[in-house]
T-cell receptor
Framework: AQSVTQLGSHVSVSEGALVLLRCNYS??????LFWYVQYPNQGLQLLLK??????LVKGINGFEAEFKKSETSFHLTKPSAHMSDAAEYFC????????????FGKGTTLSVSS | DTGVSQDPRHKITKRGQNVTFRCDPI?????LYWYRQTLGQGPEFLTY????????KSRLLSDRFSAERPKGSFSTLEIQRTEQGDSAMYLC?????????????????FGPGTRLTVT
């Protein structure tokens, strides 16, 4: 069975600091991995995706993630946090058994202080 | 393209009542997914349609839940005899479907969700 685990339910950074949100996956087949962001009272927006091409994936809003097979990780980073980055972030893996439905982690809430 | 829309955005109901939610996907998308998100958790898959056919249902979808997608356009999710444990955000997403033998992954676009509170 496929799964993702997000380490840390809450991460706090200062504006301008590095953002690092951790995600580890479990999959018996080459995974398709995703990071989504959710702002209060809104749906999920795709930040970036890994679909077996380049291991370093660049997304929107300055975010990027690196797929590391040896570590089964897909951590999300941003060099310099902005106040507008405060939101909930979800890592997800594609479920190959259910028509490409997504299996999500529990989420990490990012707080950014000035 | 107006994106995925869901109606209502909020629903408060008393235990034992029936509720129905509607999702309008992006018009050219042939796949439609329903997810449930409870407080402090990520979304959990409930069911999905390809065109009008319901192809997969999660074990989370008890017999009190039913979903339809008539004519392969909008979809409805009905919960009968609601329970307090049904309180959650119900999210709908849509995407294109890859062709047989094709490995391309098409992005799922999510609606804003319907927040259900059962009192």
């Amino acid at each position: 069975a496929q799964s993702v685990t997000q380490l840390g339910s809450h991460v706090s950074v200062s504006e301008g600091a590095l953002v690092l949100l951790r995600c580890n996956y479990s999959s018996s087949v080459p995974p398709y991995l995703f990071w989504y962001v959710q702002y209060p009272n809104q749906g999920l927006q795709l930040l970036l995706k890994y679909t077996s091409a380049a291991t370093l994936v660049k997304g929107i809003n300055g975010f990027e993630a690196e797929f590391k097979k040896s570590e089964t990780s897909f951590h999300l980073t941003k060099p310099s946090a902005h106040m507008s980055d405060a939101a909930e972030y979800f890592c997800a893996v594609r479920n190959n058994q259910a028509g490409t439905a997504l299996i999500f982690g529990k989420g990490t809430t990012l707080s950014v202080s000035s | 393209d107006t994106g995925v829309s869901q109606d209502p955005r909020h629903k408060i109901t008393k235990r034992g009542q029936n509720v129905t939610f509607r999702c309008d996907p992006i018009s050219e998308h042939n796949r439609l997914y329903w997810y449930r998100q409870t407080l402090g958790q990520g979304p959990e898959f409930l069911t999905y349609f390809q065109n009008e056919a319901q192809l997969e249902k999660s074990r989370l979808l008890s017999d009190r839940f039913s979903a339809e997608r008539p004519k392969g356009s909008f979809s409805t999710l009905e919960i009968q005899r609601t329970e307090q444990g049904d309180s959650a955000m119900y999210l709908c997403a849509s995407s294109l479907a890859s062709q047989p033998g094709q490995t391309k992954h098409y992005e799922q676009y999510f609606g804003p969700g319907t927040r259900l509170t059962v009192t």
